[in-house]
C-alpha cells in the first residue's frame, strides 16, 4: 500500500481538469454564496433603519449581486480596470500618430475646453518657460 498522497507527487498546477473543474466549481460556488450572505447581512441591518426599506432574502441579495455585475461590468469579463487602459492605450496612439501641427492644435482646443491638459502632454518639460519681450528703457 502506497502511504504517499496523490497530492505530493505533483503540483497542483500539474493536475488535469477533471481534478480541478469540481474544485474550482466548488470554491467560486462557496464564494459567491458568502458574498451574498455578507450582501444579505448589510441590507437588512442599515437599509432599513436607514431608509425605512425591507429586508431581503439570500436569494435577493444574489439577484441584487447579478444586477451589479450586469449594469456595472456588462456581460464581458474586464471590468473598468481594462476598459481604462484601452482608452488610455487608444488616445496614446492617437497622439503618437499626429504631427507636431495637430497636436499644438489638438491641445488648444482641449485646453479652450477643459482648462490645462495631461501631464504627459508636455513633451518640453526640461525647457525653460519662455520669458515675455522686454521693452528697452526709454531715455
Given at each position: 500500500m502506497n502511504s504517499e498522497s496523490p497530492w505530493s507527487r505533483r503540483g497542483w498546477m500539474h493536475k488535469s481538469g477533471w481534478v480541478k473543474a469540481p474544485v474550482i466549481i466548488v470554491v467560486v460556488a462557496a464564494v459567491v454564496a458568502l458574498f451574498s450572505y455578507f450582501v444579505m447581512i448589510l441590507w437588512n441591518h442599515l437599509i432599513p433603519d436607514l431608509f425605512h426599506g425591507p429586508l431581503i432574502t439570500f436569494w435577493q441579495a444574489?439577484?441584487?449581486?447579478?444586477?451589479?455585475?450586469?449594469?456595472?461590468?456588462?456581460?464581458?469579463g474586464g471590468g473598468w480596470r481594462g476598459r481604462g487602459r484601452d482608452w488610455k492605450r487608444h488616445w496614446r496612439?492617437?497622439?503618437?500618430?499626429?504631427?507636431?501641427?495637430?497636436?499644438?492644435?489638438?491641445?488648444?482646443?482641449?485646453?479652450?475646453?477643459?482648462?490645462?491638459?495631461?501631464?504627459?502632454?508636455?513633451?518640453?518639460?526640461?525647457?525653460?518657460?519662455?520669458?515675455?519681450?522686454?521693452?528697452?528703457?526709454?531715455?
Open positions: 444574489l439577484g441584487l449581486l447579478v444586477l451589479t455585475k450586469i449594469l456595472f461590468h456588462g456581460f464581458s496612439k492617437k497622439w503618437e500618430a499626429m504631427t507636431p501641427g495637430e497636436r499644438e492644435e489638438f491641445k488648444a482646443n482641449m485646453q479652450a475646453r477643459c482648462g490645462k491638459g495631461p501631464s504627459w502632454w508636455d513633451t518640453s518639460s526640461s525647457a525653460p518657460a519662455s520669458t515675455p519681450a522686454q521693452e528697452p528703457p526709454r531715455s
